[in-house]
């Protein structure tokens, strides 16, 4: 793993550099994981677009008083379980804003009206429904947690995660994306990286690039999760994800980091991280996203066959077949995996026993998904 000093520096390579750098990653990628490229069949449930934060680059949120404000129903959530269910989900993700109820009236009067005072307590609630009542696995993407938060989640969620985005406190700022957004506070983000990693649970994580930091910033915040990881061994995967810019956010003429920038900072994840830890980026996110491939990621993420990503709406899902040529062409294998990495299934306490028997039935020897949705697409389509 590269240094900190000696990944600052990458900033300032230039394009002989950058390639040796790609191919140095893409080597660390294959010696670890193979010539496997993996992603998450899942299906999504925005369990409420209200939340305490507004960043400069969101679309999701929605303050109370607007008409796409709203908390799912537990029906509505079910409806959206059973779609993914027929359709050969095996995760269903809850995404959802960040403690409303804690800065608007309106949000607490929602939430009591469906009998809960703590939009986490309905979270824990909704994820035990979607145990009951279908075969998915929850995985909770609930922002910043507490202790007590995610003891009351991880006997009901398979995992969990939150962006640490990054550890700028510049952007904080008056005129920043994080100016006002309480847990946003990079101390906020890595106290949660840390209580995640005490108590035991299989976590996803990542940066946000391009919304201001700056590239030393960028280093900074990978070191941090890999800090975290080297002393608690949770972080199953790291996400880089870029900023796109759209219509009716705060940041709508912000510059987009562009394909350079990503694959620099790709290859840079990879030096920088254990091994062990997965490297995603987002397909949808990026026309040319078969090249991320030549940076080191072994994992696509989550993509679904039923709902839309609600944080970038305007990105559709690629299609499987597509990936799938996308990694033939470089000599890899598409694969499906569950919201849990081999290796937490098989770890002692990182998974609430039920959940990890329920688990350990969708997977096959190797540990990802027993039924693979691309080699059903690929034979309806001979």
């Given at each position: 793993?590269?240094?900190?000093?000696?990944?600052?520096?990458?900033?300032?390579?230039?394009?002989?550099?950058r390639r040796e750098l790609a191919r140095q990653a893409s080597a660390i990628r294959s010696a670890h994981w193979g010539d496997t490229v993996t992603y998450s069949r899942k299906v999504f449930a925005p369990l409420t677009t209200m939340c305490r934060d507004t960043c400069g680059y969101c679309t999701f949120v929605k303050h109370p008083d607007d008409t796409g404000a709203y908390i799912m129903t537990p029906d509505q959530v079910l409806a959206t379980a059973r779609k993914g269910e027929e359709t050969g989900c095996k995760e269903l993700l809850f995404s959802l804003g960040e403690k409303?109820?804690?800065?608007?009236?309106?949000?607490?009067?929602?939430?009591?009206?469906?009998?809960?005072?703590?939009?986490?307590?309905?979270?824990?609630?909704?994820?035990?429904?979607?145990?009951?009542?279908t075969s998915l696995l929850p995985h909770?993407?609930?922002?910043?947690?507490?202790?007590?938060?995610?003891?009351?989640?991880?006997?009901?969620?398979?995992?969990?995660g939150m962006m640490l985005e990054t550890v700028s406190n510049r952007l904080m700022q008056p005129g920043m994306p994080h100016h006002q957004c309480p847990d946003k506070t990079p101390k906020a983000r890595l106290r949660t990286l840390k209580t995640a990693g005490r108590n035991k649970v299989p976590f996803t994580t990542g940066l946000l690039i391009g919304i201001g930091e700056t590239w030393a910033e960028r280093v900074e915040a990978l070191a941090a999760i890999n800090e975290a990881h080297q002393r608690y061994g949770h972080i199953q995967e790291v996400i880089i994800q870029n900023f796109r810019a759209k219509p009716g956010i705060a940041m709508a003429d912000?510059?987009?980091?562009?394909?350079?920038?990503?694959?620099?900072?790709?290859?840079?994840?990879?030096?920088?991280?254990d091994p062990?830890?997965?490297?995603?980026?987002?397909p949808n996110l990026s026309a040319r996203h078969a090249v991320y491939l030549d940076a080191g990621i072994n994992d696509w993420g989550g993509i679904s066959p039923v709902t839309r990503d609600f944080i970038n709406p305007e990105r559709p899902w690629p299609q499987l077949d597509g990936l799938a040529k996308a990694c033939a062409d470089k000599g890899l294998t598409l694969q499906e995996r569950l919201t849990v990495?081999?290796?937490?299934?098989?770890?002692?306490?990182?998974?609430?026993?039920?959940i990890a028997a329920r688990a350990q039935a969708m997977t096959r020897q190797d540990g990802l998904a027993a039924s693979q949705a691309l080699e059903q697409v690929l034979e309806g389509a001979a």
């Open positions: 793993m590269v240094s900190v000093r000696e990944a600052v520096a990458f900033g300032e390579a230039g394009e002989s550099l409303p109820e804690q800065r608007y009236e309106k949000a607490a009067e929602a939430l009591a009206k469906l009998g809960y005072t703590s939009m986490i307590d309905y979270l824990a609630a909704m994820c035990a429904l979607v145990l009951e009542e909770v993407n609930a922002g910043t947690l507490t202790d007590h938060e995610i003891e009351t989640l991880k006997p009901v969620s398979a995992s969990m912000h510059p987009e980091p562009t394909l350079d920038d990503m694959l620099l900072t790709l290859a840079t994840a990879r030096l920088m991280l062990s830890i997965s490297l995603q980026a987002p990495y081999p290796a937490y299934l098989q770890a002692d306490g990182f998974v609430a026993s039920p």
